[in-house]
């Protein structure tokens, strides 16, 4: 079946780098995503990465896929105060299909 | 960007009471548009996929008489809970999707059931 695996909780000090790691079970899963959610706000999508790549990077954003472990990460470099949120990963079939959710990883940025 | 907006943001009704939540694309059409529940601490649960003009899709044990969906126009999904319980209380967010394009996600309705 369809299954996001991801921890729930990360703390980060303001200016390192936050590596947020997912695994799935779906292996044809095609695309994968990963979103924010800030405090009573919806979903904003960050980025997403087609399964026929390895990487992405788009800004401070890195996204890293092993398809073979069926395991995604999200770094994220410099880490700032605004990062503070819930980071959602998500996979689907197609960009048309429905996408299933992991149950979000709390980042924490300690000063 | 695409935006999408629900109303109300807040809710709170008494049991035995329905509430309807509206789910608005403003500035594209959307033919589909999806219903996603989120309890504490928890993903999102998808519960129906609506798409305009025609009947909505439901997951898997979700109870279609208990939440009405529906998608009348290309830019208005609407979500009625029926006879809301204290276990309906939740965070109901709605996406929409300007095919063949990605999801844009309303920012939820956090309903309380007293």
């Known amino acids: 079946g369809e299954d996001v695996e991801q921890s729930l909780f990360l703390s980060v000090r303001e200016g390192d780098s936050s590596v947020i790691n997912c695994t799935y079970t779906?292996?044809?899963?095609?695309?994968l995503y990963w979103y924010k959610q800030e405090p009573g706000a919806g979903l904003q999508l960050l980025t997403y990465?087609?399964?026929?790549?390895d990487m992405k990077q788009d800004q401070r954003l890195t996204v890293l896929l092993n398809k073979k472990d069926k395991h995604l990460s999200l770094r994220i470099a410099d880490t700032q105060t605004g990062d503070s949120a819930i980071y959602f990963c998500?996979?689907?079939?197609?960009?048309?299909?429905?996408?299933?959710f992991g149950k979000g990883t709390r980042l924490h940025i300690l000063p | 960007g695409a935006v999408v907006s629900q109303h109300p943001s807040r809710v709170i009704c008494k049991s035995g009471t329905s509430v309807k939540i509206e789910c608005r694309s403003l500035d594209f059409q959307a033919t589909t548009m999806f219903w996603y529940r989120q309890f504490p601490k928890q993903s999102l649960m998808l519960m129906a996929t609506s798409n305009e003009g025609s009947k909505a899709t439901y997951e898997q044990g979700v109870e279609k008489d208990k939440f009405l969906i529906n998608h009348a126009s290309l830019t208005l999904s609407t979500l009625t809970v029926t006879s809301a319980h204290p276990e309906d209380s939740s965070f109901y967010i709605c996406?929409?999707?300007?095919?063949?394009?990605?999801?844009?996600f309303g920012p939820g309705t956090r309903l309380t059931v007293l």
């Open positions: 779906d292996s044809s899963s095609t695309y």
């Open positions: 996406s929409a999707r300007p095919a063949p394009n990605e999801q844009f």
């Open positions: 990465i087609f399964s026929n790549m």
């Open positions: 998500a996979e689907s079939m197609n960009r048309d299909d429905k996408i299933i």
